[in-house]
C-alpha cells in the first residue's frame, strides 16, 4: 500500500499515491550536521508558479494525520491534500538539535537554518531574507494568516526578522512596518493600547522543552491606529471579514484577543472565521494582483493540542484545516499557475499509533511519547510529509530538508 522509499527521500510516481501510513515515520538523528543552507541550483523548474500558497499544518506529523484521516473519513479514505501528486518528507533539525517553530519557521522562509528562538536572524545575527519581502519586491500581492496570534513564531518566519520569538510587541510593529497586504489571525493584544487586563500568553520555546510567558506590554501606542493610517482596513470578526470588498487593497483582521479557539470548542456563535472562510476571503483578495500573489497560511492549534497530549483537539483541528486545503486545492486546479505547498514545521509529541481495526470516527490507540506527566508534550526529530501540486510542484520530490522548501517558493519570483 505504500510508495517506494529511496534513502532519506520519499519519492512517488504520481500514479500509485495513497497515502503515508505509521510506517513512513522516520526519525533524524539531529545532533548530525545541518546544512546552513538551501543550494537552490537543483531546483529549476520547466514552467514557474505566478503564485504561490504555503500551508503550515502546525506541529503535524504522518500519524497525527491518520489519526484524523481516521476520525473524519476512515483508514482508506486520505484526505484530499494525501492524494497531491507530488510528495516527499523532509527533516525539521535546526542548528540547536530539535527544531522549535522559530528556527523551523525561519527555515522554511527564508532556507537559512539558524538556533532555535531566533526569526529570520542567523547564530552569528545576520538577516536572511524572507518570502513576504522577496514576493513584494516582484510586485505580487502578500498575505499572512494563522489561528495564531499574528506575531507567533511561524507567520512571523516567513515575513519579519526579530532576534527572539518572544518579542511579540516589537514583531506586531514590524508587521506594520513590512506591509503585508493581509494579515489575518489572533494576537489583538499585542496591536492594541497597553491593557493591564490583557490576557497572559505562553508559548512553547526551545523544542517544546519550555514554557514561556510573555509579558504584557506596556506601550501606549495603538498600533491598530497605525495600520489605518497605513491604510489598512481593521477587521476584527467573520462578519466583517466576509464583507471586505474585493478591491480592499490592505487589511489587518484580528479575530481573538490572543490565539483563536479549537476547531472543537467552537460555539455555534463564535464570531470568529473558520480557516475554510479565512483561506476563501484570502484567495478572493489576493488573487486581485494581476503580477499574483504569495500567502502563507497556518492552522496552529494542531501544536498545542498536540502539546497537550489531547488526541481528540488533534484530529478535529486537522479536520478543520482540510476545509481550508480543499478551497486552496480547488483554487490551484481552477488558477494552473498556482504552486500550493503544504508541509509541517516540526511534528509535536512523537507520536506512535498502535496498530488496530480502525473505522470512521475512531479515536486511535495513540501514545505521545514525548510527554511527560504533568508537563506538554515536546517537540520530536521526526520528519515531516510535504505535499505539492501546480507548476514547479514536481521538485517537491527532491526536497530532502526544510530549508530547500525555499527553493521551490521563490520560484515564482525568479527571472
Keep these: 500500500m505504500k510508495k517506494l522509499i529511496l534513502g532519506l527521500g520519499v519519492f512517488i510516481m ?25 543550494d537552490c541550483s537543483a531546483f529549476k523548474a520547466e514552467k514557474k508558479p505566478r503564485n504561490v500558497i504555503v500551508f503550515i499544518q502546525d506541529g503535524v506529523g504522518i500519524d ?19 492524494r497531491l501528486p507530488h510528495q516527499s518528507t ?26 532555535n528562538g531566533k526569526i529570520d536572524i542567523g547564530p ?6 524572507n518570502m513576504i519581502e522577496l514576493a513584494k519586491a516582484a510586485g505580487k500581492a502578500t498575505g499572512v494568516a494563522t489561528t495564531d496570534e499574528l506575531p507567533g513564531a511561524t507567520p512571523a518566519g516567513f515575513t519579519v526578522h526579530s532576534s527572539s520569538r ?9 508587521y506594520i512596518d513590512v506591509q503585508p497586504d493581509l494579515l489575518m489571525g489572533g494576537g489583538r493584544k499585542w496591536f492594541s493600547r497597553a491593557s ?64 483563536m479557539t479549537y476547531a472543537v470548542d467552537r460555539p455555534q ?63 490551484a486546479n481552477s488558477h494552473p499557475d498556482t504552486l500550493l505547498l503544504l508541509t509541517s514545521d516540526h511534528e509535536t509529541g512523537g507520536l506512535e499509533i498502535k ?30 510529509p510535504l505535499y505539492a501540486t501546480g507548476p514547479g510542484a514536481e521538485l517537491a520530490e527532491k526536497v530532502n530538508d526544510n530549508t530547500q522548501l525555499f527553493c521551490l517558493e521563490k520560484l515564482a519570483d525568479e527571472k
Design 196 to 259: 493591564s487586563g490583557a490576557p497572559d500568553t505562553y508559548v512553547y520555546a526551545n523544542g517544546g522543552k519550555d514554557v514561556v510567558k510573555l509579558e504584557n506590554h506596556s506601550d501606549s501606542k495603538d498600533l491598530t491606529g497605525a495600520a489605518r493610517k497605513e491604510g489598512y482596513t481593521v477587521v476584527n470578526d467573520e462578519k466583517e471579514l466576509e464583507a471586505l470588498p474585493d478591491s480592499c487593497c490592505k487589511a489587518l483582521c484580528l479575530f481573538s484577543e490572543t490565539s
Design 14 to 38: 504520481a500514479s500509485t499515491i495513497v497515502a503515508f501510513e505509521s510506517a513512513d515515520v522516520h526519525y533524524e538523528n539531529c545532533r548530525d550536521k545541518q546544512p546552513a543552507k538551501a
Design 166 to 174: 518572544t518579542k511579540y510587541r516589537d514583531i506586531a510593529q514590524s
Design 355 to 384: 496498530p488496530g481495526t480502525y473505522k470512521k470516527g475512531d479515536l486511535v490507540d495513540a501514545t505521545f511519547t514525548t510527554k511527560m506527566p504533568l508537563l506538554p508534550a515536546m517537540h520530536s526529530s521526526q520528519r515531516v
Design 269 to 331: 456563535t463564535c464570531p470568529e472565521p473558520t480557516m475554510e472562510e479565512m483561506m476563501k476571503v484570502a484567495l478572493r483578495i489576493l488573487s486581485k494582483n494581476p503580477k499574483g500573489f504569495f500567502l502563507i497560511f497556518e492552522s496552529s492549534n494542531s501544536d498545542g493540542a498536540s502539546h497537550a497530549g489531547n488526541e481528540t483537539k488533534v484530529v478535529n483541528e486537522i479536520a478543520a484545516a482540510d476545509k481550508a486545503i480543499e478551497v486552496a486545492i480547488e483554487f
Design 124 to 129: 552569528d545575527n545576520e538577516k536572511f531574507s
Design 90 to 115: 523532509i527533516r525539521t533539525c535546526s542548528l540547536s538539535g530539535v527544531t522549535d517553530s522559530a528556527a523551523a519557521s525561519t527555515a522554511l522562509g527564508t532556507g537559512n537554518k539558524t538556533t
Design 64 to 82: 497525527q494525520i491518520y489519526a484524523s484521516r481516521v476520525f473524519a473519513n476512515g483508514p482508506d479514505q486520505p484526505f484530499g491534500f494525501e
